[in-house]
């Protein structure tokens, strides 16, 4: 399966201002990347099942919904303050979060972060993350770990949670994962079927 | 007749011509530890360590294959998924135990350190291809290599561990010190 790497120059809000691999740069290790550079994203296209990006936007919908990948300036937007529905997340620094940023950045497509944003208010409404992990089983796979999906209350009932589940299963499986797992509790069981996940094991946690 | 510990630790290595009686071992199914505990083994000091290129020649691979499917790999491809995986550092942590009379891997486990933004940029720690040989079975080895991966989580800064597990297997998890939580659920391709 055919697989192209390069790097696409991004504005300061991590929309694409180039795309294509005219003025590119082939970039053979992810050491070339230094922490911190915000401005360039390693974008892998899969020749065969890529999902086009332009502009930042990765799935429009005509309602002005779309989808798209987390950009720095999200920080403003309630991106942290969302999350804040999911889980008890205390507020982070512009810095604290540019430099977690980075982190993830710097993982290209193996950790993908979308966000949909309700640009009427210029607010965040919806999230979620896939990581990917290799693993040696299977003749060396890989398999999409889906986390962190929220959307905010006042945004329920648009299906923009299914809008942001597909997203993140299309990228794993345009990453070559042989299947996309996720943790949920009982009660949410329903939607990740209506989403075509099926039930498969128990989780099990340890807490510090 | 019971007999002391040591004289089980003889009748082990003694040659197979020379055995009297079948090593002294508890046989439990894949719960390492659940009758074995009150009595410490030559095997439960065996060391962990990091996954290494030469162990795609003692039998990792072929490990892999009593968990699920698991087709066999040249070493050129274990080493390019090698690379891959050794450059998430102690983010990506894959260990084996090593039986040093037969140099094979008799037990694996790994965890994957997942950096988030949720609370306060917070790390989890996610448990993954956790198995014992079923020839080393009863002999804590599984509960040891749990342990081994939970601690690398909390060293890392992870403010948990999960995993998930067949429902049968609630019971191991449990004595390694988990609780049972929500459900898994996946799509495959």
Do not use: W
Request: hydrophobic share 35%; proline share 4%; glycine share 8%.
């Amino acid at each position: 399966m055919g697989s192209e790497t390069f790097v696409a120059n991004v504005n300061p809000k991590g929309q694409l201002i180039e795309n294509g691999t005219e003025n590119t740069q082939i970039i053979e290790n992810e050491e070339e990347i230094q922490n911190g550079v915000i401005n360039e994203l390693i974008v892998e296209k899969s020749i065969e099942n890529g999902h086009k990006i332009e502009n930042g936007l990765v799935n429009e919908y005509d309602d002005g919904f779309s989808v798209r990948c987390l950009e720095i300036s999200d920080h403003k937007k309630g991106f942290v303050e969302l999350l804040g529905q999911l889980s008890p997340t205390q507020p982070l620094s512009e810095e604290e979060f540019q430099e977690r940023f980075a982190e993830l950045a710097s993982m290209g497509p193996d950790h993908h972060i979308c966000v949909i944003e309700d640009t009427s208010s210029c607010r965040i409404v919806a999230t979620g993350s896939v990581f990917v992990e290799r693993k040696f089983i299977r003749g060396c796979s890989k398999v999409g770990h889906i986390e962190d999906v929220v959307v905010d209350k006042g945004a329920r009932g648009l299906h923009l949670g299914h809008r942001v589940v597909k997203h993140l299963v299309d990228h794993a499986k345009a990453t070559d994962c042989y299947k996309v797992v996720l943790y949920c509790k009982p009660e949410l069981r329903e939607f990740y079927q209506k989403c075509g996940f099926m039930e498969k094991n128990v989780q099990m946690a340890l807490y510090f | 007749m019971h007999l002391p510990q040591f004289i089980c630790s003889v009748i082990r290595s003694v040659p197979v011509a020379f055995a009297m009686t079948p090593p002294l071992r508890v046989e439990s199914p894949h719960l390492p530890g659940s009758r074995m505990t009150s009595i410490p083994l030559v095997e439960g000091n065996l060391p962990i360590r990091r996954l290494e290129i030469s162990d795609h020649k003692k039998g990792f691979v072929e490990l892999l294959g009593q968990l699920t499917v698991c087709p066999q790999l040249t070493e050129s491809e274990f080493q390019v998924q090698f690379a891959e995986v050794a450059k998430l550092g102690e983010s990506h942590c894959i260990c084996v135990i090593e039986d040093p009379n037969t140099e094979r891997i008799i037990a694996t486990g790994s965890v994957f350190i997942e950096k988030k933004f949720i609370r306060g940029g917070s790390k989890v720690g996610h448990i993954e291809d956790v198995v014992v040989a079923k020839t080393a079975r009863g002999l804590c080895l599984g509960q040891r290599m749990v342990k081994h991966l939970v601690d690398h989580a909390k060293a890392t800064g992870c403010y948990k561990v999960v995993l998930a597990c067949a429902p049968e297997l609630r019971e191991f998890y449990e004595k390694c010190g988990f609780e049972d939580k929500n459900v898994q659920m996946s799509v495959y391709f």
